[in-house]
């Protein structure tokens, strides 16, 4: 919906599907963002706190080790050096794709692949897989440095230009990934954190956890995922985890931060109970609090780190001082 920035095949998979309006990340972060997302932990459970030296522990259970065990095939491509392998998020993936090739030396301050050649190691990836399978696919486009291919950067507007034309650039590989899915594929597509772009007086994300760096995109769509809605109730990144593997039906294990958005494959009496209770468990959703926090400025600068929480209306930041 953003005027700025072309994201039509975004834009169907809302359409055909549902788009959660209030979703928050648990870091402004790369790492530890994502381990959040792929284990349903937050980070004080889950342990990573910061890109670079930070290791998730295998002692956390992944939703690709729970969806192995119950018998898919898994695989990830990862665009960035920030989430190689050896911060431990490959647990449960046969194959973690982390090469990131000509990006290692494309002059960037941080080391990434583009999204062209991301959905081009993701075909690859999808081709040798049997089903059923779980791929994660990560882009970083939309992330500084902003150098989109000229005529996304030419055809976007707005003041984050550049921003807004890698938004389009990744929008336009999604589309060649979603493409080449099979139809009944169950498809989340999720930020790990926003960009703040001089908000608060931060150009970038990482050291402050307020919404233009904690609120993101989140929509999903697929068999067993209500066509065409929308939720204004406030989510979390916590949430995809259990999400997935409730469409999957795979036992949620116990102690998860996040929930489950949709009832996943329930039938008879089950769906008719559920059907009963949506609308209380929608209301219920409303009513929750999420976490997220910020702790590179302790990591980098020994500067206070920062919590929040937040029930969608109302934020509280702990921090040394009132701000």
């Known amino acids: 919906g953003w005027p700025h920035a072309a994201t039509p095949h975004l834009d169907a998979l809302a359409s055909r599907g549902m788009r959660f309006e209030r979703c928050d990340s648990a870091a402004p972060v790369t790492l530890p963002s994502h381990a959040t997302i792929l284990s349903g932990l937050f980070p004080p459970r889950h342990g990573v706190r910061d890109n670079g030296t930070f290791?998730?522990?295998?002692?956390?259970?992944?939703?690709?080790?729970?969806?192995?065990?119950?018998?898919?095939?898994?695989?990830?491509?990862?665009?960035?050096?920030?989430?190689?392998?050896?911060?431990?998020?490959?647990?449960?993936?046969?194959?973690?794709?982390?090469?990131?090739?000509?990006?290692?030396?494309?002059?960037?301050?941080?080391?990434?692949?583009?999204?062209?050649?991301t959905t081009t190691a993701?075909?690859?990836?999808?081709?040798?897989m049997r089903p059923?399978?779980?791929?994660?696919?990560?882009?970083?486009?939309?992330?500084?440095?902003?150098?989109?291919?000229?005529?996304?950067?030419?055809?976007?507007?707005?003041?984050?230009?550049?921003?807004?034309?890698?938004?389009?650039?990744?929008?336009?590989?999604?589309?060649?990934?979603?493409a080449a899915l099979p139809a009944a594929t169950v498809v989340a597509a999720v930020g790990d954190h926003g960009e703040m772009l001089g908000?608060?007086?931060e150009l970038t994300h990482g050291l402050l956890p307020f919404a233009g760096a904690r609120r993101?995109?989140?929509?999903?769509?697929?068999?067993?995922?209500?066509?065409?809605?929308?939720?204004?109730?406030?989510?979390?990144?916590?949430?995809?985890?259990?999400?997935?593997?409730?469409?999957?039906?795979?036992?949620?294990?116990?102690?998860?931060?996040?929930?489950?958005?949709?009832?996943?494959?329930?039938s008879g009496d089950a769906a008719d109970a559920a059907d009963a209770a949506e609308t209380a468990a929608d209301a219920a959703d409303c009513q929750r609090v999420a976490y997220s926090e910020s702790f590179l400025p302790f990591y980098a600068y020994k500067w206070y780190p920062l919590r929040t929480l937040s029930d969608g209306r109302a934020l509280y930041l702990q921090a040394p001082r009132p701000g």
């Open 55 to 117: 290791v998730l522990s295998p002692a956390v259970t992944t939703v690709a080790e729970l969806l192995s065990q119950a018998g898919y095939d898994t695989a990830a491509v990862v665009s960035a050096v920030v989430l190689a392998r050896r911060h431990g998020l490959d647990q449960g993936f046969r194959l973690y794709d982390d090469d990131l090739g000509a990006g290692v030396s494309a002059g960037s301050a941080v080391e990434e692949r583009q999204a062209e050649a």
């Open 199 to 201: 908000e608060h007086g």
């Open 216 to 266: 993101v995109p989140l929509l999903l769509a697929g068999p067993g995922v209500p066509a065409g809605r929308t939720s204004n109730c406030l989510t979390a990144t916590a949430d995809v985890a259990p999400t997935l593997l409730a469409l999957a039906g795979v036992t949620l294990p116990d102690g998860l931060d996040g929930r489950a958005l949709v009832r996943g494959r329930l």
């Open 132 to 178: 059923p399978f779980f791929l994660w696919v990560h882009y970083y486009d939309p992330h500084e440095e902003y150098r989109p291919p000229s005529r996304f950067a030419d055809a976007a507007s707005g003041p984050h230009r550049l921003y807004d034309g890698e938004i389009a650039y990744m929008d336009s590989e999604i589309g060649r990934l979603l």
């Open 122 to 128: 993701a075909l690859a990836a999808l081709a040798g």
